[in-house]
């Protein structure tokens, strides 16, 4: 599917979770271990969400993801504590 759809960036469930558990501040570790996939996949995952965000880090995610309203941290508790 294309990163862009409709002027918008097409974000699969996926995406939104692990863009979530990223505004909660976890690891790629910890991430994988809250969805049941391994490390691997999850860094795979987040390769993707750079590019379709056309970012290079982690940190750059987490504010273009807020910034278009992709992301609101007022609204997620984070699992962990």
């Not at 909660?24 to 271990?33: E, L, V």
């Not at 809250?34 to 987040?46: F, P, Y």
Request: charged share 20%; glycine share 8%.
């Amino acid at each position: 599917m294309p990163a862009i759809l409709n002027g918008s960036i097409y974000l699969t469930p996926i995406d939104r979770a692990n863009l979530k558990c990223l505004g909660w501040g976890f690891s790629d570790k910890q991430i994988a271990a809250h969805r049941g996939v391994t490390r691997d996949t999850v860094k795979g995952q987040m390769h993707e969400l750079r590019a379709k965000f056309n970012v290079e880090n982690r940190v750059q995610l987490v504010l273009n993801a807020l910034k278009l309203g992709y992301l609101q941290i007022n609204h997620y508790h984070n699992p962990l504590g």
